[in-house]
């Protein structure tokens, strides 16, 4: 069959790589794709909201099964776009509808389907410009840090964490009133800091029955030692050493039972993957976020140890089938190391040379922000390259990636040497 898979990200390639092994496949196409997908399908440009373009490929190159990768098509309804119309509406589509997207889409609608389903997150309360001056005394009922958070996709910069009240009140004027974060911060939510350490949890799910695919932890910070900006996750491991039985217990039962029970009881129409962000605070699991699709870096580590045909997972939901297949997880752990551009998540240049990534050996490289140029790869974007690795635990992982990581140079080339650091 022929496979289209949407988003240029190292998700994607990770996705695309999977794909390929499958014996159904026939034929990948990737919109836009990046470099390294160029190596497995072939790239077509344009934008992955350009719902009408997305028919036309479909339609012209007998696409049977569409996955979707990043978040804004999905909020976007792409789902029900497909499901509407009468030339789409039997193509295999791998994204929740637009309903479900506001788990995502909607800061305030996912704390609200939490406390509505009993799942343990922070003290929260939703503000907005009819109600900002209560905001002031809400604040003041709480302990630092302040964390305010933009209710709509900010693209992973809508989160702000403030030591100081008077900072923390007028950063929400600035959101609100000011539109720091564009129409996506008309709303934010202010909720307690949690003192703890995050996971992800990643579930497979056809709207009813689901599979809980390995968990993961990914690095946020520009930094060493977890400091400096957010970025988009500068790397990860997968299996989470500090995931015991009675920890996993925990999140079944609290978590992940009745999210799957809350998305069946409000009908909504889910084809597709949630991504739980988790905390671990004194031995109890909160959530954090909820995302409707496959995490980045994370995908990067949890589909390099999925021995399952990913295109017959895929095909077996909503049916019989899907109940019954057993993942097939490696034993083995996997970590993977980002390489960005130098001055990344702030301004960067674009076009850097990339030199080594034929001198590498053990590890599988994901592109990011790469084009095909000639017969090089340049820069394209913040997060260049993740490069990942296998072991019999993530130290060794890790030390592979690094030791092949001194093979590959590109001017401003920056990464993290400290992952994994706070697990050891």
Do not use: W
């Not at 996705?15 to 399908?41: Q, V």
């Not at 979707?68 to 193509?91: A, M, Q, R, T, W």
């Not at 490069?387 to 401003?412: C, R, V």
């Amino acid at each position: 069959m022929n496979i289209l898979v949407i988003g240029s990200g190292g998700r994607e390639h990770a996705i695309i790589k999977s794909i390929s092994k499958s014996k159904k496949c026939s034929k990948i196409y990737a919109l836009p794709g990046n470099g390294g997908t160029e190596l497995l399908a072939d790239n077509i440009e344009g934008d992955v909201n350009d719902f009408e373009l997305i028919k036309k490929i479909t339609l012209k190159h007998k696409v049977s099964l569409v996955f979707v990768g990043p978040e804004d098509p999905i909020v976007n309804g792409i789902y029900d776009f497909f499901k509407s119309n009468i030339e789409l509406k039997d193509v295999n589509i791998i994204a929740p509808s637009k309903q479900a997207g506001l788990l995502e889409g909607s800061k305030d609608f996912a704390k609200d389907f939490m406390e509505k389903y009993n799942i343990p997150t922070a003290k929260h309360k939703t503000f907005s410009v009819e109600n900002i001056n209560q905001a002031d005394s809400f604040l003041e009922s709480m302990n630092p840090p302040y964390v305010l958070k933009a209710d709509g996709l900010a693209a992973g910069k809508g989160v702000l964490i403030l030591k100081d009240i008077d900072e923390a009140k007028l950063e929400l004027r600035n959101m609100i009133i000011d539109k720091k974060f564009g129409d996506s911060s008309t709303k934010v939510v202010i909720e307690e800091f949690l003192d703890g350490i995050e996971l992800s949890c990643f579930i497979l799910t056809d709207g009813e029955n689901y599979k809980v695919l390995p968990f993961a932890k990914d690095y946020k910070k520009i930094g060493e030692g977890d400091t400096g900006l957010n970025t988009g996750g500068m790397g990860a491991i997968s299996p989470v050493p500090f995931l015991d039985d009675d920890f996993l217990s925990k999140i079944q039962n609290k978590i992940i039972k009745p999210t799957i029970s809350g998305i069946i009881k409000e009908n909504m129409k889910y084809n597709g993957f949630v991504f739980i962000g988790l905390i671990k605070v004194d031995d109890e699991p909160y959530v954090i976020e909820y995302n409707v699709r496959m995490g980045d870096p994370e995908t990067e580590v949890v589909l390099p140890r999925l021995k399952n045909d990913l295109v017959e997972l895929f095909y077996s939901m909503g049916t019989p089938k899907f109940s019954d297949i057993k993942l097939n997880i490696s034993d083995n752990h996997a970590a993977t190391v980002i390489l960005v551009s130098g001055g990344y998540p702030e301004s960067y240049e674009k076009g850097k040379t990339i030199n080594g990534l034929n001198n590498l050996s053990q590890v599988s490289v994901f592109h990011a922000g790469t084009k095909k140029k000639n017969d090089s790869f340049v820069t394209s974007g913040g997060r260049v390259l993740a490069i990942t690795s296998m072991g019999k635990n993530f130290e060794l992982a890790l030390e592979n990636s690094y030791d092949q990581i001194k093979n590959i140079k590109f001017d401003g080339m920056n990464y993290r040497k400290d992952i994994g650091f706070d697990l050891l």
